[in-house]
């Protein structure tokens, strides 16, 4: 045979990676230049995108040029703007500028930071920065952990350990074998806690759903109630999933007495902060977390009210060793004498997941480039602009607010006079829709003790209060529109 010749296709010189990627800065800056005039959405048909976006895989190379003119309309006319100051939708952060500068770096390297050999300056990046932020929570020295996809992750990460760790030796080998395991969660918290309990094979309703106060915090004397039962009917409780910012109302669960109760019951506790645990950044807003410093477990995305780009949660552990315990496997293929070779910790054996990109590196170089202190003022600012919206809300005879404002997130509903209960709810659905399609605001929605309302989520660092005041404007414009034309949306 032959010696075979080189095929150099892909490999690309620098000179070539500058010029493809100075057209899409030059499309990114465009999008940043024109963000604030461009509408956040527009009425999108699913088959319209569908055929804009079938997008040619030819067998011969396109110009960047050509590459660049295809992907613009993708870019400025054919996504919403979840950046868009007036996106006030979901927990969805807006996306730093370092962040996407730091995927750019990140996808370059391309280490695969399951193993520590492919990735150590990866890897030691990410632990360390999981370990800065267990610190901010309040956990003690020795805490760490590991980043994730989202909160979904974390969650279902956080309670296969805890469903290990309050379980025999033996479970990841011989499984469950009928033990009757249960796990309390607010009636509030998000659907992944339920959905986490089908995964592990305890099914939704092992995941108890525990009532709520007036302010949609958990009830700790239902959650005693509830694990009395469950203990006097044989069943084997191990793990409570508090919420710091619930994603309806941004509720707080009251976390010291949770803490408490899970202490004298030798439970695992996990707090999911996936949107709320940035408060720890403000130090205004820190105290509404007292009690997650005890928690054995902390869900935190930080593409949420960190603002940095998707995907970019992280798992925190007060003993990391548990998660180990739970995902250490011995396979031959990655077998390596790490006294020999020198290797740190493969963070792959933390969780779930192997293939692993380089999720640290946009959080790191987002918080390094704007500093600590100018995270902690937008966060409470963001909090500011909640309370305004809520106090503007209050002031208007038309609007009605619909819980109470904690952290970033007021709800509200257009209730003119005359409009019971039933015929609110669809209007407001409606309106919504009519809101998202007028251009200027997006928010989405929440349903709060059986009423549909509106609901507006700042985690948004371009949003100030000129489009808080474009939202209730859309709001009663166009909630009148409705009102007046039998519901219906145009």
């Not at 999108?44 to 190379?61: G, K, N, S, Y």
């Not at 969805?92 to 370092?98: E, F, K, L």
Request: proline share 6%.
């Amino acid at each position: 045979m032959s010696r075979p010749q080189p095929v150099r296709d892909l490999d690309w010189d620098a000179g070539q990676a500058r010029k493809l990627t100075g057209a899409l800065v030059d499309l990114w800056s465009e999008l940043l230049d024109r963000m604030r005039e461009l509408p956040v959405s527009r009425p999108f048909a699913a088959e319209d995108i569908a055929r804009e976006m079938a997008l040619p895989v030819p067998e011969q190379p396109l110009a960047v040029a050509e590459l660049a003119e295809l992907l613009r309309p993708m870019v400025l006319d054919h996504s919403t703007l979840c950046g868009h100051p007036g996106f006030m939708a979901y927990v969805s952060g807006s996306g730093t500028v370092p962040g996407a500068a730091a995927d750019l770096l990140a996808s370059a390297l391309n280490p695969n930071v399951g193993g520590w050999t492919l990735s150590p300056a990866a890897s030691e990046l990410e632990l360390h920065l999981t370990r800065w932020l267990a610190g901010r929570f309040g956990l003690p020295e020795g805490a760490g952990g590991l980043m994730t996809s989202g909160g979904a992750a974390s969650n279902m990460t956080a309670l296969k350990a805890a469903r290990d760790a309050r379980t025999r030796e033996d479970v990841r080998q011989d499984g469950l074998g009928g033990l009757p395991l249960v796990l309390y969660t607010s009636e509030e918290a998000h659907a992944t806690i339920a959905e986490a309990a089908d995964i592990l094979g305890l099914g939704e309703r092992a995941a108890r759903a525990i009532p709520t106060d007036d302010a949609l915090r958990m009830r700790v004397d239902a959650l005693e109630a509830a694990i009395a039962d469950d203990l006097a009917a044989g069943l084997k409780p191990f793990a409570v999933a508090a919420t710091a910012g619930t994603t309806a109302t941004g509720a707080i669960d009251p976390l010291p007495q949770i803490a408490d109760l899970c202490a004298g019951h030798d439970l695992w506790l996990h707090v999911d902060a996936a949107y709320g645990g940035a408060a720890v950044l403000a130090p205004e807003l820190r105290p509404l977390l007292a009690g997650v410093e005890r928690a054995d477990s902390i869900s935190f995305d930080p593409h949420k009210w960190l603002y940095t780009p998707q995907s970019s949660a992280c798992l925190l552990v007060r003993d990391p060793a548990t998660l180990l315990r739970a995902f250490s496997i011995d396979a031959a293929y990655v077998r390596e004498d790490a006294n020999l070779s020198g290797r740190g910790l493969n963070i792959g054996e933390l969780g779930p997941q192997w293939s692993r990109a380089f999720l640290a590196l946009k959080v790191w170089l987002s918080l390094a480039a704007h500093g600590t202190e100018a995270y902690g003022r937008r966060i409470a600012h963001d909090v500011e602009l909640a309370r305004y919206l809520d106090e503007r809300v209050r002031d208007h005879p038309d609007l009605e607010p619909m819980c109470p404002v904690t952290l970033s997130i007021a709800c509200y509903r257009y209730a003119p006079a005359g409009l019971g209960d039933s015929a609110l709810d669809a209007l407001n659905e409606r309106l919504m829709i009519a809101i998202r399609r007028d251009g200027r605001a997006f928010p989405s929605n929440a349903e709060l003790r059986g009423r549909y309302c509106l609901r507006a989520c700042l985690v948004n660092h371009r949003t100030e209060a000129d489009d808080i005041d474009a939202l209730l404007e859309a709001t009663v414009r166009l909630g009148a529109e409705l009102a007046g034309s039998g519901l219906e949306v145009a």
